[in-house]
């Protein structure tokens, strides 16, 4: 606790992450406590309470959102920081309704959880020992007895009301995640001394010409004077220095190295390092930041010019342009990683994150219920090339602008800003998540509310924006729907959060009827895997209507919504894990549907962001990753449909049926469509094989074909109606393959079916398996067989192993290798299985 920092720098740090301790208070025995951390974890450390995740132990731990809390620590402070002129008490994160106590004085009633405090403690803080003590008073006291007649309809919170707090809003309960209102101190908090001067921060305007970048930096100073040095280095390498009065200054850079989202280019990022010294030249405070050299803009709505006639635009736009190259924006929703336990470093994110760059993902979109994510977050985007979509923190109600609410948010807006506005990963800021879109009849008929709505989301928020980041684009809301009854926010692109297939029960082909601009929320849940449904079921209960499994089911209507979507393609699954296969199957098919029709359609269609990448807590719900990061079926679909270059079969008509339950066919018809993203273009060659079941031949062809940056192509239409008539559509499978040009490496590879799968008449053959131990922790497993089997499923029983490639289409006579990495051994503890048996008993590998 008593580490010093920045000593060198003038500026000296204490941390105060140790000697903490916790209680009710109410009374009760005093705990060790963990900072940063929450109160959940505490109790769960100290075995107070059972693990949340647990069955249904979430129901019995209400109790802690209505109690208060108090943390104390004791801590010694030498001469070295009582002898600088000023001492802050800096807090990164208190949630949420806190009153601080330094030595006996209240320094500090803070109300929000998204605002960092800095506060003055010179002559209250005393040499040698120190008490810090910190009150957390119920949050669901301060919803009772704070804007009590502002009332919004419910969406997320079962108790009602937490839109009255500034507040990680899915701590509330949302429809993936438990209710678990915890408090503490989320992020760090320290002591920084200083004398003179010190620098509060900085804002970096970048302006980009033909002859390089020119840095415009306004240092932001805690008071006047001093002088200011600056330093840009890459790689260690000086490239630019200026030594200037403590206001504005220009830096240029020569032959500027730009920064690319991911499969764009490279990710050069340089650190801009301010110096700040008096008029001796003593060194006062340092301040550094890691920049990329870029410009982003949002592009929407109309207009002519010779670059959109290029680019074949269209009448309208809703899409990002990065270094003046329109990109397809390819990604996830991101919610919190953890639903109690936010410690947020960068070995949390890592994981999650490199995930998403496996997946061909170029793009995050924070979620507007939860958390500003920590620095680490951030910086780990910035060096992997993922551009981040940042809600501010409202998601589907309606909020309060009352004064005092308007002050909380402007004080929050302006702390997250400033913090998060030189990261080159940062594409833009969205006022709300659906806040318009789920309330479209209240605002209609409310002028209040509506005045409320444009006060907060189109007054404060982007004023915040273009004074503290004017470069970084802001939009009032997603979808960004004009405000019913209002003038305010009206455009005619905007994105689209589409619920059709999930919440509407429509069919999955509804996505081939959209016309869609930029789709920033569509979505299909499935169940956890085996393995991580034991973490929080016990062997009895593992029955998705068991009641420790229906309380990790949040949407009230999930169960029969995702039986009914997988009766509509497969057969019934004989087991738990034959139904959680099928699940993970049935959320890969339709988000493939839509990503590749919303693909095939640019650059009328510039963006898929799907719901969600990941969870929060072991539970069913739409991620791509399940909780610990183990990949779903769709995550592996998503790094295939993602892909750079690809081929896309667009599959005419489908299944009807008819009186009596017969079966109608009208399939037969496929249109085979290349895309590609990359920046340069590519040569490559598109194959076909009409296949029957056996592996047997029927047609095929190929075609040389050219890949333009930013192009999608109808290439090939192939008419299988008459084969399919004759042969059966069940009996059927078209092979689409796309070969790099030259070397014939494989760039896609897809099995299309004329029929849904429940049809096929798939053999059971065994898999051959042949394991071979690689290097420590890693295994290569060949697969082979001498029938089609659709969607190998390889599981480790070990929750952190991970698979190179996963739910495989392995054809009859082929072979498939896929690497296993895995902290313990895989080999008699992987279960391997295929379409076939999740309705018929195994055939022995």
Known sequence: MNDMENAASGLVSLHLHEGWKFRNSS?????????????????????????????RNELGLQWIEEADWDYRCVFTVGPELLGRANIDLVFDCLDTVATVVLNGTTILRAENMFQGYRLPVQGILRRGRNTLEIRFASAMEY????????????????????????????????????????????????????????????????????????????????????????????????VSTHRSAASSFKLKIPKPKLWWPAGQGDQPLYEVKLELQDGTGRLLNTWSRRIGLRTITLERGGGDTPRRRKEKAGDGRFGFRVNGRLIFSKGANWIPAHAIDEKRERADYETLLQSAIAANMNMIRIWGGGVYEASAFYDLCDELGLLVWQDFMFACCLYPADRGFLDLVEAEARHQVQRLRHHACLALWCGNNESISMNVATLAADASLRRGYANLFLKLLPAVVSKLDPATPYLHSSPAYALPGSKLAKQADHDEHDWEVWHARKPVEHYLETRHRFVSEFGMQS???PGVAATF?????????????????????????????????????????????LSHLNQAWCLKVGVEHFRRQQPHCLGALYWQLNDCWPVASWSSLEFGG???ALHYAARRFFAPSMASAHVHGGEQRIIGNYRRHTTGRVDLWTIHDLPTLRR??????????????????????????????????????AQAARLGHENLVLRVMLHEHGNGGVLSDESILFAPPRAVPLVQRPLCALWKRVSPGVWSLTLRSDALHLAVWVDPADNKARVSDNFIDLHAGEAVTVQVTSPTDPRTSTTIMSLVDSYSESVPS
């Open 527 to 529: 169940y956890p895997s």
């Open 27 to 55: 009374g009760g025995k005093w705990r060790s406590a963990i900072v940063p951390g929450s109160v959940h974890s505490d109790l769960l450390r100290h075995e107070v309470i059972p693990d949340p995740f647990h069955g």
């Open 143 to 238: 919803i009772r007895t704070k804007r009590p007649d502002f009332h919004a309809k419910e969406y997320n919170d079962p108790v009602g009301g937490c839109y009255r707090i500034r507040k990680q809003q899915c701590q509330f309960g949302w429809d993936w995640g438990p209710r678990l209102v915890t408090c503490g101190i989320r992020q760090p908090v320290r002591l920084e001394a200083w004398s003179g001067n010190r620098i509060a921060g900085a804002r970096i305007v970048q302006h980009h010409a033909k002859d390089g970048v020119t840095l415009e930096v306004f240092p932001e100073l805690a008071s006047k004077g001093g002088q200011v040095l600056a330093t840009v280095t890459h790689d260690g390498s000086i």
């Open 684 to 721: 490559a060659s598109l194959e076909w094989r009409l296949l029957t079941l056996d592996g047997k031949r029927l047609d095929g062809g190929r075609k040389a074909v050219v890949l333009r940056p930013g192009e999608s192509r109808l290439q090939v239409t192939l008419d299988y109606a």
């Open 537 to 581: 079921c016990p062997p009895e209960e593992m029955n998705v209507f068991s009641p420790a499994f229906e309380n990790h089911q949040k949407n009230s209507g999930g169960n029969q919504i995702i039986l009914d979507y997988i009766s509509r393609r497969y057969r019934f699954p004989k087991d738990y894990r034959s139904l959680a296969y």
């Open 630 to 632: 183990k990949w779903k």
